[in-house]
Protein backbone atom coordinates (compact mmCIF):
# COMPACT_ATOMS: atom_id res chain seq x y z
CA UNK A 1 0.00 0.00 0.00
CA UNK A 2 1.11 3.38 -0.72
CA UNK A 3 1.94 5.21 2.34
CA UNK A 4 3.78 8.37 3.36
CA UNK A 5 4.71 8.88 7.21
CA UNK A 6 6.47 11.85 8.88
CA UNK A 7 8.21 12.32 12.59
CA UNK A 8 7.65 13.87 14.50
CA UNK A 9 4.19 14.74 14.71
CA UNK A 10 4.84 18.10 16.38
CA UNK A 11 7.90 20.11 17.46
CA UNK A 12 8.78 22.87 19.22
CA UNK A 13 12.15 24.80 18.76
CA UNK A 14 13.35 28.54 20.23
CA UNK A 15 13.46 30.79 17.08
CA UNK A 16 17.21 31.01 15.43
CA UNK A 17 17.36 27.15 15.99
CA UNK A 18 17.50 24.80 13.40
CA UNK A 19 15.12 21.22 13.11
CA UNK A 20 15.07 18.69 11.05
CA UNK A 21 11.69 17.20 9.69
CA UNK A 22 11.28 13.58 8.64
CA UNK A 23 9.24 11.79 5.80
CA UNK A 24 9.51 7.65 5.14
CA UNK A 25 7.54 6.67 2.21
CA UNK A 26 6.60 3.18 0.57
CA UNK A 27 5.02 4.52 -2.76
CA UNK A 28 5.76 2.75 -5.72
CA UNK A 29 6.82 3.61 -8.57
CA UNK A 30 8.31 7.06 -7.25
CA UNK A 31 8.72 9.92 -9.71
CA UNK A 32 9.10 12.62 -7.04
CA UNK A 33 8.81 14.17 -3.71
CA UNK A 34 6.95 17.63 -2.51
CA UNK A 35 7.54 19.69 0.67
CA UNK A 36 4.98 21.85 1.34
CA UNK A 37 4.30 24.49 4.06
CA UNK A 38 0.73 24.82 4.96
CA UNK A 39 -0.21 27.49 7.74
CA UNK A 40 -3.30 26.98 9.71
CA UNK A 41 -6.57 27.38 7.45
CA UNK A 42 -4.56 28.33 4.39
CA UNK A 43 -3.75 26.13 1.19
CA UNK A 44 -0.30 24.53 1.11
CA UNK A 45 2.90 26.14 -0.68
CA UNK A 46 5.37 24.30 -2.22
CA UNK A 47 8.86 24.62 -1.08
CA UNK A 48 10.79 21.80 -2.82
CA UNK A 49 10.51 19.35 -5.05
CA UNK A 50 13.12 16.19 -6.26
CA UNK A 51 13.27 13.83 -8.40
CA UNK A 52 14.43 10.42 -8.29
CA UNK A 53 18.22 11.61 -9.10
CA UNK A 54 18.18 14.84 -6.76
CA UNK A 55 19.57 14.27 -3.73
CA UNK A 56 19.41 18.36 -2.32
CA UNK A 57 17.47 21.27 -3.53
CA UNK A 58 17.68 24.06 -1.56
CA UNK A 59 14.66 26.89 -1.26
CA UNK A 60 16.59 29.92 1.26
CA UNK A 61 16.88 28.76 4.60
CA UNK A 62 14.51 25.30 3.57
CA UNK A 63 16.95 22.37 2.52
CA UNK A 64 15.55 18.99 1.62
CA UNK A 65 16.89 15.57 1.04
CA UNK A 66 15.96 12.46 -0.39
CA UNK A 67 17.28 9.08 -0.28
CA UNK A 68 15.74 7.13 -2.88
CA UNK A 69 17.47 3.46 -2.10
CA UNK A 70 16.33 3.71 1.99
CA UNK A 71 13.04 6.35 0.32
CA UNK A 72 13.64 8.95 3.02
CA UNK A 73 13.62 12.35 3.07
CA UNK A 74 14.14 15.27 5.42
CA UNK A 75 13.43 19.20 5.40
CA UNK A 76 15.98 20.87 7.21
CA UNK A 77 14.98 24.69 8.69
CA UNK A 78 18.01 26.88 9.57
CA UNK A 79 18.11 29.71 11.68
CA UNK A 80 14.25 29.26 12.23
CA UNK A 81 11.68 32.94 12.44
CA UNK A 82 8.59 32.77 14.04
CA UNK A 83 7.36 32.90 10.83
CA UNK A 84 8.32 29.18 10.02
CA UNK A 85 5.59 28.27 13.02
CA UNK A 86 3.25 26.05 10.10
CA UNK A 87 2.21 21.98 9.43
CA UNK A 88 4.76 20.67 6.90
CA UNK A 89 3.75 18.36 4.65
CA UNK A 90 5.61 15.67 2.44
CA UNK A 91 3.79 14.46 -0.83
CA UNK A 92 5.19 11.36 -2.60
CA UNK A 93 3.93 11.08 -6.81
CA UNK A 94 3.21 7.70 -7.85
CA UNK A 95 2.54 6.31 -10.54
CA UNK A 96 3.58 8.42 -13.62
CA UNK A 97 3.06 11.17 -11.48
CA UNK A 98 -0.47 11.28 -11.32
CA UNK A 99 -1.67 9.97 -7.98
CA UNK A 100 -0.58 12.08 -5.16
CA UNK A 101 0.26 10.30 -1.37
CA UNK A 102 0.13 12.87 1.41
CA UNK A 103 2.03 12.26 4.84
CA UNK A 104 0.30 13.38 7.75
CA UNK A 105 2.56 16.41 7.97
CA UNK A 106 4.52 17.86 11.51
CA UNK A 107 3.54 20.77 13.16
CA UNK A 108 5.96 23.15 13.68
CA UNK A 109 6.26 25.78 16.56
CA UNK A 110 8.73 28.31 16.67
CA UNK A 111 8.99 30.21 19.93
CA UNK A 112 10.58 33.72 21.03
CA UNK B 1 -2.00 35.48 -3.10
CA UNK B 2 -1.59 32.41 -4.79
CA UNK B 3 -4.00 34.02 -8.02
CA UNK B 4 -6.00 30.78 -7.63
CA UNK B 5 -9.92 31.85 -6.28
CA UNK B 6 -12.22 29.57 -4.66
CA UNK B 7 -15.87 30.23 -3.92
CA UNK B 8 -17.55 30.20 -1.55
CA UNK B 9 -15.15 30.40 1.77
CA UNK B 10 -17.84 29.00 3.78
CA UNK B 11 -20.44 26.43 3.44
CA UNK B 12 -22.79 25.13 5.61
CA UNK B 13 -25.53 23.12 4.92
CA UNK B 14 -27.50 19.61 5.97
CA UNK B 15 -27.03 16.02 5.71
CA UNK B 16 -28.05 14.77 2.06
CA UNK B 17 -27.76 18.14 0.56
CA UNK B 18 -25.70 18.66 -2.60
CA UNK B 19 -23.33 21.41 -3.07
CA UNK B 20 -20.99 23.28 -5.39
CA UNK B 21 -17.82 24.70 -5.01
CA UNK B 22 -15.85 26.75 -7.37
CA UNK B 23 -12.39 27.27 -8.45
CA UNK B 24 -10.59 29.58 -10.93
CA UNK B 25 -7.11 28.91 -11.58
CA UNK B 26 -4.13 31.20 -11.99
CA UNK B 27 -4.42 33.61 -15.27
CA UNK B 28 -2.92 31.07 -17.69
CA UNK B 29 -2.77 27.97 -15.99
CA UNK B 30 -4.93 24.61 -17.66
CA UNK B 31 -4.64 21.97 -14.86
CA UNK B 32 -6.94 21.90 -12.14
CA UNK B 33 -6.88 19.79 -8.49
CA UNK B 34 -9.23 19.30 -6.15
CA UNK B 35 -7.93 18.39 -2.58
CA UNK B 36 -9.94 17.38 0.31
CA UNK B 37 -8.46 17.90 4.18
CA UNK B 38 -10.22 16.50 6.97
CA UNK B 39 -9.17 16.52 10.41
CA UNK B 40 -9.06 12.76 10.65
CA UNK B 41 -7.55 12.28 6.96
CA UNK B 42 -5.00 14.90 6.40
CA UNK B 43 -4.88 15.94 2.65
CA UNK B 44 -6.32 13.48 -0.01
CA UNK B 45 -6.03 14.29 -3.86
CA UNK B 46 -9.24 13.98 -5.57
CA UNK B 47 -9.37 14.21 -8.79
CA UNK B 48 -7.23 16.54 -11.96
CA UNK B 49 -8.84 18.64 -14.74
CA UNK B 50 -6.63 19.59 -17.91
CA UNK B 51 -7.67 21.51 -20.26
CA UNK B 52 -11.51 20.66 -19.68
CA UNK B 53 -10.71 16.45 -20.02
CA UNK B 54 -10.40 14.44 -16.96
CA UNK B 55 -6.26 13.71 -16.26
CA UNK B 56 -6.39 11.72 -13.24
CA UNK B 57 -8.36 10.28 -10.01
CA UNK B 58 -7.53 9.72 -6.61
CA UNK B 59 -9.73 9.11 -3.92
CA UNK B 60 -12.83 10.83 -5.07
CA UNK B 61 -16.40 9.49 -4.14
CA UNK B 62 -18.85 8.13 -6.26
CA UNK B 63 -20.82 10.65 -4.82
CA UNK B 64 -18.63 13.56 -5.71
CA UNK B 65 -17.87 14.67 -9.42
CA UNK B 66 -16.33 17.68 -10.70
CA UNK B 67 -15.76 19.65 -14.28
CA UNK B 68 -13.85 21.91 -16.02
CA UNK B 69 -15.16 24.03 -18.17
CA UNK B 70 -14.34 25.99 -21.70
CA UNK B 71 -12.92 29.23 -19.93
CA UNK B 72 -10.68 26.68 -17.28
CA UNK B 73 -12.71 27.28 -14.44
CA UNK B 74 -13.88 24.17 -12.31
CA UNK B 75 -16.52 22.73 -10.18
CA UNK B 76 -16.73 20.19 -7.20
CA UNK B 77 -20.08 18.81 -6.86
CA UNK B 78 -20.67 17.19 -3.70
CA UNK B 79 -24.09 15.55 -3.28
CA UNK B 80 -26.26 13.01 -0.69
CA UNK B 81 -23.95 14.72 1.82
CA UNK B 82 -23.02 12.84 5.15
CA UNK B 83 -21.19 14.06 8.08
CA UNK B 84 -17.85 13.40 7.51
CA UNK B 85 -17.64 15.16 4.35
CA UNK B 86 -17.14 17.84 6.37
CA UNK B 87 -13.73 19.46 5.37
CA UNK B 88 -11.84 22.02 3.90
CA UNK B 89 -11.83 21.75 0.06
CA UNK B 90 -8.70 22.88 -1.83
CA UNK B 91 -8.50 23.90 -5.57
CA UNK B 92 -5.03 24.26 -7.21
CA UNK B 93 -3.76 24.72 -10.75
CA UNK B 94 -0.98 24.75 -12.45
CA UNK B 95 0.39 25.50 -15.88
CA UNK B 96 0.88 22.10 -17.22
CA UNK B 97 -0.51 18.49 -16.23
CA UNK B 98 2.91 16.65 -14.94
CA UNK B 99 2.99 16.21 -11.37
CA UNK B 100 6.32 18.03 -10.70
CA UNK B 101 5.00 21.17 -12.03
CA UNK B 102 4.00 23.49 -9.51
CA UNK B 103 1.19 23.57 -7.91
CA UNK B 104 -1.05 26.75 -6.36
CA UNK B 105 -3.64 26.41 -4.06
CA UNK B 106 -6.67 28.60 -3.41
CA UNK B 107 -7.70 29.63 -0.24
CA UNK B 108 -10.36 26.57 0.09
CA UNK B 109 -13.68 26.30 0.93
CA UNK B 110 -14.93 25.08 4.40
CA UNK B 111 -17.83 22.70 4.40
CA UNK B 112 -19.70 22.42 7.34
CA UNK B 113 -22.52 19.35 7.07
CA UNK B 114 -24.66 19.38 10.44
Known amino acids: KNQVEQSPQSLIILEGKNCTLQ??????????LRWYKQDTGRGPVSLTI?????NTKSNGRYTATLDADTKQSSLHITASQLSDSASYIC???????????FGPGTRLSVLP | DSGVTQTPKHLITATGQRVTLRCSPR?????VYWYQQSLDQGLQFLIQ???????AKGNILERFSAQQFPDLHSELNLSSLELGDSALYFC?????????????FGPGTRLTVL
Open chain 1, 23 to 32: CNYTVSPFSN
Open chain 2, 49 to 55: YYNGEER
Open chain 2, 92 to 104: ASSGLAGSYNEQF
Open chain 1, 91 to 101: VVSAGYGQNFV
Open chain 2, 27 to 31: SGDLS
Open chain 1, 50 to 54: MTFSE
